[in-house]
């Protein structure tokens, strides 16, 4: 049959003839020439007893159902459209969805770097400012032009400060005949399972000749209530040689950072150091 297809001499009546045989679809699917009539006559039935379905099945695919072709199709073109369409819409949305997010990345990448360099920013500041006032305390405590023999020492962030390990890395300084003192409060171990609070006198003197004076020095745990303010008085001999005097046990921990007791305000507690001196020799 298929000879006959390809000769010029019978072409066209075959191709009116068996238009199907001689035109291949799409995948290939071919009818015999009889396959018309067959299916006229109920051929394609498959269930029918009267005709053989398997050599129907072989030789009349296309007329009787059994394949599909695309080449035949009379919506082809306009779902190749649609199909082509959909591809280009869903290329263009990706190619949008794509400068979006291209966008979206460099506007947050932009939000990123502002913020660590605000953050850069503000930490220079901070040391800045904290490298100054190191520089000021510093000046401070070496005059010793003015004195009080009053110092006021604040433990801001209580509830914090007294979990810290190690110094707390807070002092106050003054100067009184010269000398400079220097109050230290800190965390010592007793009987509470917290800890108690303990403040240290540090004397210094840049004199070189030997000096020596004895001193009275009361430390207070300032209260809301003045009645309740704890006091504790020491006396010693500070000099060249024996320049730290260490206080007594002022509070347990526990008690200082209760609001109830009194002794916390703004989360910060403070204590005051009173330091007396009498017959100062030397210097």
Known sequence: MQEYCASKMHFNFLRETCPYTCQQCHNDCKDNVACEAIKRIGGCDRTTTRYDWGIIQRWCPRSCGLCK???????????????????????????????????????????????????????????????????????????????????????????????????WNIE??????????????????????????????????DRSAKWATAAEVTFYVINSDPLKTIEVGREATLSQDAKSLDGDILAPLDDLVDGNRGFIRDNTVTVLVKIVLSEVKGG
């Open 69 to 167: 072709d695309k080449n035949r199709d009379p919506n082809k073109k306009q779902k190749e459209a649609e199909d082509k369409k959909k591809a280009q819409d869903a290329k263009k949305k990706a190619a949008e969805d794509a400068k979006k997010k291209a966008v979206e990345d460099a506007r947050k990448r932009d939000e990123e770097a502002k913020k660590k360099a605000e953050g850069k920013r503000k930490a220079a500041e901070e040391a800045k400012k904290k490298a100054k006032e190191g520089k000021k305390k510093e000046e401070k405590s070496k005059n010793c032009e003015s004195s009080s023999d009053l110092v006021y020492v604040d433990m801001p962030n209580f509830d914090k400060l007294i979990k810290q390990k190690g110094d």
């Open 172 to 205: 106050e300084t003054t100067c009184i005949d010269g000398i400079k003192f220097r109050v230290i409060p800190r965390k010592t171990a007793c009987g509470q399972p917290d800890g108690c609070l303990q403040a240290a006198v540090v004397a210094s003197d």
